[in-house]
């Protein structure tokens, strides 16, 4: 009898005092720390300033946010470019279930496998004496190896990588609840294939493009490993300054009033995205 | 289909594969540095067994994977029950907070969690590592269980509470052996996830307990060595086990 | 459910054990500073289990430090360069050493010992010394290689590696321009900064935890690198070469220190004990090619090691060079013209 009564506050609670603690105070705790000033000793000390905020509007750190923001676009477009011709193909030229299956199982394993194993498996591939040059070289296309590593095009060709599988399923899921029959009818009141996919197939997959481009985008924002590896540590993005504020530099509220303006980004674009999907596939998600 | 499609889907699974193949079979180079082919060996793979240390980062990560993934799947499942059943006062900013969370760059979970444990001077280590394991674990799982309850029949519900069940016997006899297969998916991918995860490791960890993906990450900013070619092979190996497993869990599934 | 609630307690249960079993050592050290074969000895010797993370520069291990201060345990062993024991000697992130308790002390070289940045050496205790210097693959690079300026060659573009330390790469620009590499003049650090901007083009990547790697694989063909790496390299590819620039070679010194909270405390002097061992020291000179400061190690050392100038530079080298000091409070000048320097180029 009791236990009737237990239950529904106790999962309530649960769930409540979990995010509390380890989410909601956290993050009132960064974006508290961003009106403080550094210091020396202690990291922060308890004085209002908005001192970090005007600092990365300077030219140096917008230059920063810019770059960041490019590669990310760039990368994101790179992935929705090559990805959603996949998709399709997969999705809907293959008939037999198995088949589909195993095809989407091939592409959840890079899903599954940790990005710092596929970033580290892309040196061997780009480096000098690495797999594309010694073929290149061997097939004679080139004389001389090409500097593809510790540069611009390493670090979006491993964006990329890391982020493909994360723009190819829910795609995926979108093309999967796509009802042939729009496609059919659409065909039989004349549509030529052009037409078909603008006006019919993208408006219907809009939900999982957006999705998939909210993932990759984001992913791209905070990611400091790949480009410290791929770019030879010289290229700074928005990862690589927070993760330097912490432990390196020592200037927490820096680091924490860049963290809190990719927040807000995170909210805003999810936002936009809500609003934006209203049909019942709202909350679709990869599994 | 036609050849160009096919041509182009081939390509694209190469994209995807070829550097996973290059490292696994690098991994068998007898060259110390991966230069040039000089023969096959497993003395990477010997040297990787008896290095103690990481054997001890090994352990320690699948400790931590273990317990987070269980908890996790603990909380989260219980959380997913009560958001879709129990119509409360911001039910809906609750689903809202846990998409955001699941979307947001780790980077900012890894600071927040930091300046947390600093502000309580709580020891950097074990607990702090399991503590914040189990926070990024949980929007997944809750993603994925309430996902599999929304597509859950209500009929069943009310025929249960007809017949007098408690909130309880609901729960345990009729929604959880349902969704079961969601509730281990959820399992083995915060398994993964936590396996796999640098950067919010990289901040909360403490000096005595290292987890593997941070070994590997020194590891692989010396440069390129076959050691970690080695190393990277053996924890693609686990991962397409674990997937096959999941897979199997799956197909199961109503 | 009933079941995962008992697993989870034996869980729980198993990892208490886990956690609380054994004699542990927490080493945080320079990466590719300590052989693991020395540490297999001393596990071996005394069954302590020794756990080992790695930094590249000091800045991280001092951030690093600092931010483990408020907990309860550190690391137990750590290796700053000299002008970073003074400065964490200063904020009481040391623990004071207790010479007493090790015996092997009186092996070090007394030329390294009682110096400013520790007098009596309350707080450290040297351990390897050495310098940063031009490291070039003779297979591609001809023609004199004697001035920092060489790096500044537009036909060294993208082939040049610096190492990911903000006071070397700037120490570089310094000597060129006529100051001190422990220059704290804000004007002369940003004109530093200036020189070094000229540079960029020609760098091709950072990298302090094991330029070796990248010399030997010839991703570059020039630039800094420490006499270690530099050795180790060379055993590799014969081409590698090691060369002291005119204008002054940067030199420094690592020390063995124990942050204030410290929790292993016997098995940390067990374990600076036997790195000062004769025998040990010697074996760790010869593996990674960097200078010991155990006096009592030389004669032990193998001739090719104790004559070989890049490991144990001769006077004059010694002279010419600068040892690395505190700058005070101007490190902070020299980092923010650091992320200046990553970002703007």
């Not at chain 3, 009592?296 to 100038?309: K, Q, S, Y």
Request: include cysteine; aromatic fraction near 12%; charged fraction near 15%.
């Amino acid at each position: 009898m009791i236990k009737k009564d237990l239950f529904r506050p106790f999962t309530i609670l649960l769930i409540i005092s979990w995010l509390t603690i380890f989410v909601l105070i956290p993050n009132l705790g960064v974006m508290g720390i961003s009106f403080l000033t550094r210091d020396e000793a202690n990291f922060i000390d308890f004085t209002f300033t908005l001192n970090n905020y005007q600092r990365l509007a300077s030219e140096i750190y917008l230059k920063v946010f810019l770059k960041t923001f490019s590669v990310a676009l760039c990368v994101t477009t790179i992935c929705l470019v090559i990805s959603y011709p996949f998709v399709y193909i997969i999705s809907h030229t293959i008939k037999n279930k198995s088949t589909k299956d195993f095809l989407l199982i091939l592409v959840i394993i890079p899903f599954w496998t940790s990005s710092l194993i596929r970033t580290y498996a892309m040196m061997l591939v780009l480096r000098v004496n690495g797999l594309l040059n010694s073929f290149l070289l061997g097939v004679g296309v080139i004389n001389e190896p090409i500097e593809m590593l510790y540069n611009w095009f390493a670090i979006i060709v491993g964006l990329v990588y890391s982020s493909l599988p994360f723009m190819i399923l829910p795609l995926y899921t979108a093309f999967e609840k796509l009802d042939h029959n729009y496609i059919n009818a659409a065909q039989d009141l004349g549509a030529n294939k052009f037409n078909v996919l603008t006006k019919v197939i993208i408006p219907l997959t809009k939900s999982g493009i957006a999705a998939g481009c909210i993932l990759v985008f984001l992913g791209t924002l905070g990611m400091f490993f790949i480009p410290e590896l791929l770019g030879g540590s010289k290229e700074i993005l928005i990862g690589n300054l927070i993760k330097n504020q912490f432990l390196v530099a020592r200037d927490w509220p820096l680091g924490t009033a860049i963290a809190t303006i990719l927040t807000i980004l995170v909210v805003v674009l999810m936002v936009v995205y809500a609003r934006n999907t209203k049909d019942t596939n709202r909350y679709q998600v990869v599994v | 289909m036609n050849r160009l499609a096919r041509l182009y889907s081939i390509l694209v699974y190469v994209f995807l594969y070829l550097p996973i193949v290059v490292l696994i079979v690098y991994s068998f180079n007898a060259s110390k540095y991966g230069t040039a082919w000089q023969g096959i060996t497993l003395d990477w793979y010997k040297k990787l067994i008896s290095n103690s240390g990481l054997i001890s980062s090994t352990k320690n990560s699948f400790l931590i994977a273990t317990l987070s993934a269980s908890i996790a799947t603990l909380i989260g499942t219980l959380s997913a029950l009560g958001l879709y059943r129990y119509k409360f006062r911001g039910a809906k900013l609750f689903v809202s907070v846990v998409y955001v969370l699941a979307i947001s760059p780790d980077i900012i979970m890894g600071i927040s969690l930091l300046i947390l444990f600093n502000l309580v001077h709580m020891n950097l280590g074990f607990y702090t590592l399991l503590l914040a394991h189990i926070t990024f674990n949980l929007p997944f799982v809750i993603i994925i269980v309430i996902s599999r309850l929304r597509s859950f029949n209500r009929n069943l519900i009310d025929a249960a509470k007809d017949l007098g069940a408690s909130e309880w016997v609901v729960f345990s006899k009729i929604i959880l052996p349902l969704i079961m297969s969601s509730v281990i998916s959820a399992w083995l991918l915060a398994f993964t996830l936590s396996l796999d995860d640098v950067v919010i490791s990289f901040f909360v960890t403490g000096p005595n307990f290292e987890v593997l993906p941070l070994t590997l990450f020194s590891m692989t900013r010396l440069g390129i060595k076959s050691e970690i070619n080695a190393l990277c092979t053996m924890i693609f190996g686990v991962t397409l086990v674990l997937i096959f497993v999941s897979h199997f869990v799956f197909r199961r599934k109503v | 459910m009933k079941y995962l609630r008992v697993i989870l307690v034996i869980l729980f249960f198993v990892v208490h054990l886990e956690v609380m079993a054994g004699r542990e050592l927490n080493v945080y050290i320079w990466s590719e500073y300590l052989p693991e074969t020395v540490v297999e000895k001393f596990v071996k010797e005394t069954g302590i289990k020794v756990n080992i993370s790695t930094y590249d520069n000091n800045e991280s291990l001092y951030a690093k430090v600092k931010l483990l201060s408020n907990s309860k345990n550190g690391y137990d062993i750590i290796v700053p360069s000299t002008y970073f024991v003074s400065k964490m000697r200063n904020e009481k992130l040391l623990m004071e050493i207790d010479q007493a308790k090790l015996k092997n002390f009186k092996n070090i070289d007394e030329k390294l010992i009682n110096k400013p940045f520790d007098p009596e050496n309350s707080y450290s205790i040297p351990y390897l010394w050495g310098s940063s210097a031009i490291c070039y693959n003779a297979k591609y690079v001809t023609g004199p290689i004697d001035s920092w300026n060489v790096l500044f060659d537009p036909k060294y573009k993208n082939k040049v590696l610096l190492t990911d330390d903000a006071r070397e790469v700037f120490h570089v620009a310094l000597k060129l321009l006529g100051y001190s590499g422990n220059e704290t003049n804000p004007d002369h650090i940003k004109q530093a900064y200036e020189k070094l901007k000229t540079l960029m083009p020609n760098v091709k990547m950072f990298n302090s935890a094991s330029p070796k790697l990248n010399y030997i694989n010839e991703e570059v063909i020039i630039g800094l690198n420490h006499s270690g790496e530099a050795y180790m390299a060379s055993l590799e590819n014969h081409d590698i070469k090691y060369v002291y620039p005119k204008e002054g070679a940067i030199l420094w010194m690592d020390s063995l220190a124990i942050p204030a909270n410290a929790k292993n405390l016997e098995e940390v002097y067990e374990f600076i004990e036997f790195l000062l061992r004769p025998e040990i020291a010697k074996e760790i000179s010869e593996t990674i090619g960097f200078a010991t400061a155990n006096k009592a190690a030389i004669p032990l050392i193998i001739e090719e090691i104790r004559n070989n100038p890049t490991i144990y530079p001769g006077k004059e080298i010694q002279e010419k060079g600068e040892f690395q000091d505190d700058v005070g409070d101007a490190i902070v000048v020299y980092e923010k013209y650091w992320e200046m320097l990553k970002f703007d180029h």
